[in-house]
């Protein structure tokens, strides 16, 4: 018993003291952060898998400069010294992340992925699911005709259950 507990404790030690470097974001756009793991989370959410996929290939400083180039192909006004879509995406991460901080995961939750990738809900309401034992559920609702509907876990967290 106590060879496998020092053997545990062992592999325990060794795996806490391992940790991937992290990639410091130093290029042109000035993200919310310059954490480039997170980042990359939140391009998880706006980008398509083909270009998504690039990235994640890619490795340090070949990342900042894809992103760089990423977010100048897109931007939709090429003659202002803005990019107004990135301001937008920067805008909704920094709210998302004021929201949706603590218990529910911050830029993990459900909600913070739709809020960055469709915005803030036109309308925002709760209701009972009758077919589930009278589950509350959270429902955002988007001039555009999306409905995403969230339920509260056994963790707090809120859950989207439908996409």
């Known amino acids: ?92 991460v920094l709210e998302s992340k004021d929201l949706f901080s603590g218990i529910d995961g911050g830029l993990l939750s459900d909600r913070a992925r739709i809020y960055i990738m469709y915005g803030p809900p036109s309308d925002e309401f709760k209701t009972s699911s009758y077919t589930n034992n009278n589950i509350e559920i959270l429902v955002w609702k988007y001039k555009s005709g999306y409905e995403f509907n969230f339920i509260i876990d056994s963790f707090g967290r809120y859950k989207l259950i439908n996409n």
Do not use: A, H, Q
């Open 1 to 92: 018993m106590k060879n496998k507990f020092i053997l545990f404790f062992s592999i325990f030690l060794i795996s806490c003291s391992i940790k991937k470097d992290d990639i410091i974001y130093d290029g042109t756009m000035s993200f919310w952060t310059k954490d480039v793991s997170e980042i990359e989370l939140v391009m998880s959410y706006v980008m398509n898998t083909e270009d998504y996929r690039k990235l994640k290939r890619l490795d340090g400083s070949e990342k900042i400069i894809f992103l760089d180039d990423y977010w100048k192909t897109i931007d939709p006004d090429i003659s202002t010294d803005k990019n107004e879509l990135f301001d937008e995406l920067s805008n909704r």
